[in-house]
């Protein structure tokens, strides 16, 4: 079973990392949805035991209930992000009305000269007073 | 708020801390050492012994008259700018903040509390500096002290590491004990004093003290007379018995000292500007001190300690004054201004005291300081006693040209009334270096004090006049009278000196420094270039390589036992296939189809992982993965009806199109996978020991009144990690709605 584990771990993480470097945004937070279940499932897997539900009253062998409390925090948590990111690949758009990170890799670096050559008339013109 | 409120803060602050320092000094002084982190040695270790007290009572003594005169400067500073009176408070913040770093660096007995303090007054003259920050000159002069001597700063950490490995201390007063004679310690007290040289602006490291003269007349008087400046010095001080250990490293201050006396005084003497010629005077002095420590020795020590109170005292002074001159005539150029003794005799009358106390002249506390010169010098041979009286002609040569230049000869310009307090500050100053040529037992005493932790034993620092022809007096006499030939030549002079200064602006190191920074610049312009160009390449180049490293270290580690199958049963057939099923899905979910699919697609991959969480025994996560995949695909979804059809079309095309990276994401995508694969399954073939947790928790969970053991965990056992969870669903869900509505919370 550990082997069919990892696996499939190993198959989601691949995924997500392929994904993740597309350059369509929304493919990218998807891209980060496999992973994080990938680490979802590692978490589950890794159960020192496993058995019936753990819940009272039991008999036997039960599964290990320590990963799972783990596995629903690191769930929700994980939800919390993709929300996150959700929300900021819209305000991307709103902003810059294109969800191609190749857009906006050049938007930024149109910006970044602006910046620059603002500081440059900057500081000609305060040489300029200087004299 | 009111106008008066902040500058009368910060001048309480200082007047209170200066009479509670005295206080304590003179019944014997203080000390507090609390362990602060005690795992990495690290104590509060702070002591007012005489150095300490000496640059503790000169940080908050002449803020005092810096803090009167700044009260009447600022405003008008500012009106004269177009800025509002609101940024006052922030002013006075930042030089109290200098105060109060400076006395802390004073007082400090640890290297690592040393060095934190260090930064601070680095930080606080860098905003002080830049404190006209619409002014390029002023930023670009802010960033050049900051980085000469936040740079050099490292050096001293790194002395302190150094010293750290060696003995496994960071206390001044252990390490004196145990310190012997060997390279560590030289190297180490090498970088110390390196930092040091550079924050007290000796030369190479002299050009950013003249760049720093745009800031605010009371912050370069400040930062002149007794902060940032003199913190280097200071540091040589404290730190002196490792320095002393290697007399390699005293000679090496002796000519540090010396070329920076001689390229202080030279330039002085060259410039035209009021505080260029007195931030180049600055140096020079500081030179002195440096100097003096370097020749060593019990008077070599004392006159430092005696050379560094006059000149705070004296040299704040001629700052105020220049500041008041500016104020009263609008003018900052000595070549604009003369004859201002009749219009602002106070201001002259002081100036002139202190003016003679930085050149030396007799009836001034300045004297006694080139006395203690002399004889340090004297001691040490005729070489160093020329080389003194070759520093002293030129700075009497630039004091007179400074002084008579602004008061005497024929009037240039109209003065106007200038306020009482900005020029009492002066005239007080000048009264103080008066009085103390006539009694200088005071600063005998503070100076004597101030010398004992440098050399470890207390010395006498004599100030006295001798009317005998001793060698002292004889150099005293042949500076005056040098002096004042290189004064009454002083057409010539001027031009030569210049035209030195001008040789040094085009070979000095200001020019290292400017090129430095251009190519660093241009470094990182390049590198932001290709990153913003292409961020997934970065990513690829992270990932690549790092997925053959940890390849390459499960490779070479052995495999024999680490990797296990795992038990197989019947009954597990359901599970298999479920994750074999999820495992395609995800490998579909890659596929370039429209969104829609892919969200889909996505939300299939975590249905069949929920399956798999009810199939292993936890029905309550496969409940939260239902839930949390179906929002999560209601909020894909979302996202997708407010993004119009057409800019989704385009991404799917720009997905297909690609052809350059048609190889490169599936090979990150199988090293990843790999990668993982392998990391997971060797973790997982690891667990699986024995214990008997999931049986104590089960017991346990009755007690947190709770029949599901999961929740006795969440909410009982693991309660703060919940918390902390909780946590950050609330902050995602501020982040969301603020994105969302674009910064507006409702």
Same mark, same amino acid.
């Given at each position: ?131 | ?563 296990? $199958?795992?038990?197989?049963? *019947?009954? =597990? &057939?359901?599970?298999?296939?479920? !994750? %074999?099923?999820?495992?395609? +899905? /995800? #490998? @579909? ?119 599901? $053991?999961?929740?006795?965990? *969440?909410? =009982? &056992?693991?309660?703060?990690?919940? !918390? %902390?969870?909780?946590?950050? +669903? /609330? #902050? @995602? ?14």
């Amino acid at each position: 079973m550990t082997l069919a584990f990892a696996l499939a771990a190993g198959v989601l993480a691949g995924s997500g990392a392929y994904l993740a470097l597309k350059r369509d945004l929304l493919r990218v937070v998807a891209g980060i949805v496999l992973i994080a279940n990938a680490a979802n499932l590692t978490l589950m897997a890794s159960g020192g035991t496993r058995g019936e539900s753990p819940i009272l009253p039991v008999e036997g062998e039960i599964s290990d209930p320590l990963v799972q409390a783990m596995t629903l925090t690191a769930l929700v948590i994980g939800f919390a992000v993709i929300a996150l990111l959700l929300s900021l690949v819209y305000r991307v758009y709103t902003g810059y009305d294109t969800l191609d990170l190749d857009e906006l890799s050049k938007e930024e670096a149109r910006h970044a000269r602006e910046i620059d050559q603002q500081a440059r008339d900057d500081d000609d013109v305060a040489e300029a007073e200087g004299r | 708020m009111r106008t008066w409120a902040p500058p009368a803060t910060v001048l309480a602050m200082a007047g209170a801390g200066f009479v509670a320092l005295l206080w304590l000094w003179l019944t014997g002084g203080g000390e507090v050492d609390v362990p602060w982190a005690p795992t990495l040695d690290l104590r509060l270790h702070l002591r007012l012994d005489g150095l300490a007290a000496m640059y503790a009572l000169m940080a908050t003594g002449v803020a005092v008259p810096v803090f009167v005169f700044a009260w009447r400067y600022l405003p008008h500073h500012l009106a004269q700018q177009g800025r509002s009176v609101r940024e006052q408070p922030r002013f006075y913040a930042l030089l109290g903040m200098f105060m109060v770093s400076m006395v802390g660096l004073a007082l400090a007995q640890d290297l690592i509390l040393l060095f934190l303090f260090w930064d601070l007054t680095a930080v606080a003259s860098y905003l002080l500096i830049a404190y006209d920050r619409q002014d390029g000159g002023a930023r670009r002069a802010a960033l050049m002290a900051l980085l000469v001597t936040a740079i050099t700063a490292v050096a001293l950490l790194i002395g302190t590491l150094l010293l750290y490995d060696r003995y496994a201390t960071f206390s001044l007063p252990e390490l004196f004990r145990v310190a012997e004679s060997s390279t560590t310690v030289t190297v180490a007290g090498a970088l110390i004093a390196l930092a040091a040289l550079a924050k007290s602006a000796q030369v190479p490291f002299h050009f950013w003290l003249g760049r720093a003269m745009v800031a605010p007349t009371p912050v370069s008087a400040y930062l002149h007379s007794a902060a940032m400046v003199a913190a280097g010095v200071l540091l040589i001080g404290r730190v002196y018995p490792l320095l002393e250990l290697s007399p390699v490293l005293l000679d090496a201050l002796v000519v540090a000292g010396f070329a920076s006396m001689l390229v202080g005084g030279v330039l002085a003497l060259s410039r035209d500007d009021l505080k260029q010629v007195l931030a180049y005077s600055t140096f020079s002095q500081y030179g002195y001190v440096v100097f003096l420590y370097g020749l060593g020795g019990e008077s070599g020590v004392g006159a430092a300690a005696f050379y560094v109170v006059t000149h705070a005292v004296a040299k704040c002074a001629l700052f105020l004054t220049a500041g008041a001159v500016t104020r009263a005539t609008g003018a900052q150029r000595l070549s604009e201004l003369g004859g201002l003794a009749r219009a602002m005799p106070v201001v002259a009358a002081g100036s002139l005291a202190c003016a003679a106390t930085v050149a030396s002249l007799p009836l001034t506390v300045g004297f006694f300081a080139d006395e203690l010169l002399f004889k340090a010098a004297l001691e040490r041979g005729w070489v160093f006693a020329a080389m003194a009286l070759l520093i002293a002609v030129l700075t009497l040569a630039y004091m007179a040209r400074f002084w008579t230049g602004l008061f005497l000869g024929a009037p240039r310009t109209e003065a106007g009334p200038v306020p009482g307090a900005m020029v009492a500050p002066v005239g007080v100053l000048g009264a103080i270096c008066l009085v103390a040529g006539l009694v200088p037992a005071p600063f005998a005493a503070i100076a004597q004090d101030a010398a004992t932790p440098s050399l470890l034993a207390a010395v006498p620092v004599e100030a006295r006049y001798y009317l005998d022809l001793r060698a002292e007096n004889l150099l005293a006499l042949a500076t005056f009278a040098l002096g004042a030939l290189v004064h009454a030549g002083h057409r010539a002079v001027p031009a030569a000196a210049e035209a030195v200064a001008r040789l040094g602006e085009r070979l000095g190191p200001e020019r290292a420094y400017t090129a430095g920074l251009a190519a660093l610049n241009g470094l990182s312009d390049r590198v932001h270039d290709l990153e913003v160009r292409d961020f997934r390449g970065r990513v690829t180049a992270i990932f690549l390589p790092s997925g053959v490293l940890f390849a390459l270290a499960f490779v070479l580690t052995p495999t024999v036992g680490a990797y296990a $199958v795992g038990s197989f049963s *019947l009954g =597990d &057939l359901p599970l298999v296939l479920m !994750l %074999g099923f999820a495992a395609c +899905v /995800a #490998v @579909a979910a890659t596929r370039p189809r429209g969104h829609l699919t892919m969200v889909l697609t996505l939300g299939t991959v975590g249905f069949a992982l929920a399956v798999v969480y009810a199939l292993l025994g936890a029905p309550n996560v496969a409940l939260v993965a239902v839930l949390v995949e179906t929002i999560v695909a209601l909020l894909f979804i979302g996202v997708l009806s407010l993004i119009p059809r057409e800019v989704l079309r385009s991404q799917m095309r720009a997905t297909r199109e690609r052809r350059g990276t048609r190889f490169r994401d599936p090979a990150v995508g199988l090293v990843a996978g790999a990668t993982v694969f392998v990391l997971v399954w060797g973790g997982l073939s690891r667990t699986g020991g024995e214990g008997d947790a999931a049986r104590r928790l089960t017991e346990l969970a009755p007690e947190a009144h709770a029949d599901n $053991v999961v929740t006795a965990i *969440l909410a =009982d &056992l693991r309660a703060l990690d919940t !918390l %902390g969870e909780i946590t950050v +669903v /609330a #902050v @995602a869900l501020l982040g969301v709605t603020k994105l969302l509505r674009r910064g507006r919370l409702w």
